[in-house]
């Protein structure tokens, strides 16, 4: 279903209000994709946007229309791999239509390394954080709960992991409650070796099931050192 077709139903669903309400109803549709489908409408020259400027008209004038975003402000390994905006530009990349990949994925996980098993088949190392924090949710791209980005303990690495190209680096490769296994993926003589203390960075697959877990969240800024905290932002809980 597109997005026309979605606000088509909420102008159908409006009509089962009964006649003595008079106020205005905030109507709410959308997901993930809707934040690229809304620009790619208001930016096409198709026929639809007629259409889809027109049923957003009809319904603006008695009641509010809000576009859900869903996890589009933040991103997550699972967007970006269903891409949720593609990681390359078909023409000539706007500011508002920059193609967008893992370096875009706005929430990361901090963990400490606290055990090291290099003499594994394959190396693999500990770290203080499993399915309460990162979700129990695989991701369709890659055989993993999460994956280590090139921060702190990891930022000598050559390589980050990559579904896509080459398929070398650190990822979650196991969890449990508490815990979860780094596994590294590729040639053994590529691996950055970690140490027990070492903290790691691991971009979710899930942002939503991720970010529910914490209270607070560390704003850093990415135009400056990304290191950097800036802000600490508090979580609104409660329905």
Not at 84 to 97: M, N
Not at 203 to 220: D, E, I, S
Request: aromatic residues 8%; negative net charge; charged residues 20%.
């Amino acid at each position: 279903m597109g997005l026309i077709e979605e606000l088509v139903g909420l102008e159908a669903a409006v009509k089962a209000v009964p006649e003595q309400f008079t106020g205005k109803l905030v109507l709410s549709v959308g997901a993930t994709p809707t934040a690229t489908a809304a620009q790619n409408m208001l930016a096409s020259s198709s026929p639809r946007v007629h259409e889809f400027r027109e049923v957003l008209i009809r319904l603006q004038k008695p009641h509010i229309v809000e576009l859900h975003a869903g996890v589009y402000p933040l991103l997550d390994c699972q967007q970006v791999a269903t891409h949720a905006r593609p990681t390359t530009a078909s023409g000539e990349a706007t500011w508002a239509f920059q193609p967008l990949s893992k370096s875009n994925i706005g929430i990361k996980m901090l963990a400490e390394v606290t055990s090291v098993y290099s003499e594994r088949g394959k190396p693999e190392a500990l770290i203080s954080a499993g399915s309460l924090a990162m979700g129990r949710e695989p991701c369709k791209s890659y055989p993993g709960w999460g994956i280590v980005t090139g921060d702190f303990g990891n930022s000598s690495a050559k390589h980050i992991y990559d579904e896509g190209e080459g398929k070398t680096g650190w990822i979650v490769g196991r969890i449990s409650q508490e815990h979860g296994i780094l596994t590294w993926e590729g040639e053994r003589s590529e691996c950055n070796e970690l140490s027990i203390g070492d903290r790691v960075m691991v971009w979710p697959n899930h942002a939503c099931v991720a970010g529910a877990g914490f209270g607070w969240y560390l704003v850093v800024d990415s135009d400056v050192d990304g290191e950097t905290v800036v802000d600490v932002w508090t979580r609104w809980r409660g329905w």
